[in-house]
């Protein structure tokens, strides 16, 4: 028994062939000729061995080329990525339908290919398997199923053979080793449009409607509203979507590109140390959580390798964060530091903070030395004016340790 949905896609198609074709100018006899070439043309027997035939006039795809231009031809590329929770919008991490391209006229064969039969999977998905279900339906008198399943399935076969790029598709070189690869880029159409329909759902479904007039009106709604501002549209084919792709004609020709303008970030201003950077340009309030959680692994009740590990991450932690003050110093005009207003700063640390000694502090380390007893000396009073009476003693041992972490992040520091 022939699926349903295959009954009534050949249906579809032939009631919109008689809708051309049959006129108020033909006679009785005309139209019942009419009537059965339909039966006889969108049977299955005669239009699936056609269908066939025409399938390799296709190509399916993940990243059409033509969205660079529509000239363009090279190689069909069907990616495939597995799913990794990396935080990444990439093939593999979003659900996405492939793409075609090819004959307008044979886009049929690829609605053919995609429906969904009874139990839930697509004609193309069983003729892949070569499962009995598709076997049994494209049993026919006029064309073997091998046939027909070699001539469906060159859908997503390269016909030409080997691997072929275009010149008119965008290039770029991308650096390996000591040398360079010359790569195409290509547009992942899937992605692009799954994209567009869930920001349109955001924007424009039936809920985001009721949110929005229960917001004119200052009437609560359990729904939040979401927006997405700075998108730009780009429309691809012209008048002739089709030309492109499958994906980019149901979208009637237009993406959305996400805003990418880099941040607007604000000049951060930091006190210039006149006479000790530590307790002049370290604000204790910007490190007081991390050593509240200093506290916390300190006192924890177990001491395994696991605690201790964290425990010196986050020591290293908050050398770092001293780090991003000093550079932020040696950010400033080289020669800040030579003026009478500075010149009670010990000169160790004008060495450290003064880019005017950016080549000689490295000809004698003597004075990082000084640094890094004052940067250990800084971090348990830090501790110790921050935690106040909870603060725990730190004895010799705990000294040295976090002297030892300090010199991990000498780089950063020096």
Known sequence: MLDPAISEFLNERKEAWLKKKISNKLSDEERLDVVQQAQHEFSLATWLPSAAK???????????????????????????????????????????GLDVFGNAAAMDVYKFLLLILQDGRSILQHLEENSETIQAQFTIPTASFSDLSQGFLAIKENVEGGTKTSGLVKQVYFPVADEYHLLSTLTPSGLMYTLKERINSMRFSDEAKEVREAKKKGVFHERTLSEVYGLTAIGFGGTKPQNISVL???????????????????????????????????????????FLEFQRLLSADVNNRHLRSKRDWLVRSIFYQVADRLWLLRSLEAGWSDTERFSALPLHQKIWLDQQYKVSRFEDLVWFEKIEEELVRWFVNSYKKILDREALALGDEQFKHIRAVLEQCEGALQ
């Open 248 to 290: 980019n004609s149901q979208n009637g020709g237009v993406a959305y590109l996400l805003s990418s303008l880099p941040p607007e970030l604000k000049t951060e201003s930091i006190r210039k140390p006149k006479r000790n950077f530590f307790t002049e340009s370290l604000w204790l309030g910007l490190f007081k959580e991390s």
């Open 54 to 96: 025409r399938a390799g006039q296709l190509s399916l795809v993940s990243h059409p080329s033509k969205f660079s231009h529509p000239s363009s031809k090279i190689t069909s590329i069907i990616a495939a990525a597995s799913r990794r929770a990396d935080g990444l919008l990439r093939t593999g991490n979003a659900d996405v």
